[in-house]
């Protein structure tokens, strides 16, 4: 009769699933770790790729930063030049008829009356200009009744003056030799030279 040693065969067959078991697992490991790898590579691809997209956004904002702060720079550029026309133009087109205003405010005085101060418009907008306002005045009378007939003179010279307004009249106690006076402030509006109104027009 044969006896067959069945033991040695079973720990073989152990000692080989063993074996399958450990190179299924190492397999699984590696394809585990190469699959983690792979995520990582790719995240870190795309993170690369979206810190340059930052970066380069970042950098296009400063550019249009930089070109809004020149486009505003322009713009006060332009107004300032804009302004300096106007004055320029109003200086051609208006000086003579600013000497004429001039001489007329001088003929329209009655006597016993002056003037201490006159403001002029120092520029509306759009540009500064001596007939975008009134013209201020503050001066002295004799008699009150003078700065009526003063108001009155300047009303008929409506073609320089197309508004007269009398803003205060107060009675001053003056020196000895003066004697009592009346001090006025009035505003008057100015017409614009008839060659700026065409252009205007």
């Known amino acids: 009769m044969i006896k067959i040693n069945l033991l040695a065969v079973k720990e073989a067959k152990k000692r080989a699933n063993a074996q399958n078991q450990l190179v299924a697992v190492v397999i699984v490991f590696v394809i585990v770790f190469v699959g983690i790898g792979y995520i990582a590579f790719s995240r870190r691809g795309n993170i690369n790729r979206l810190n340059e997209e930052i970066a380069q956004k970042q950098r296009d904002l400063t550019r249009l ?29 208006g000086r003579d008829w600013y000497l004429q205003i001039l001489d007329q405010l001088s003929e329209a005085m009655p006597e016993g009356v002056w ?23 503050k001066g002295g009378a004799q008699d009150k009744d003078q700065v009526g007939n003063l108001i009155s003179n300047l009303e008929k010279r409506n073609k320089f003056f197309t508004a007269v307004v009398l803003k205060k009249i107060t009675k001053q106690a003056g020196g000895e030799e003066t004697g009592t006076y009346f001090k ?13 109104e065409a252009e205007a027009g």
């Open 184 to 196: 006025y402030e009035m505003s008057i509006t100015i017409t614009k030279p008839p060659k700026a």
């Open 65 to 93: 930063q930089e070109t809004q702060k020149k486009v505003e720079q322009f713009k006060k550029d332009n107004e300032n030049l804009q302004q300096k026309i106007t004055v320029i133009t109003d200086l051609e087109t």
């Open 115 to 137: 003037i201490t101060t006159l403001d002029t418009p120092k520029g509306g907008k759009g540009g500064a200009s001596i007939y975008s306002g009134n013209w201020e005045i």
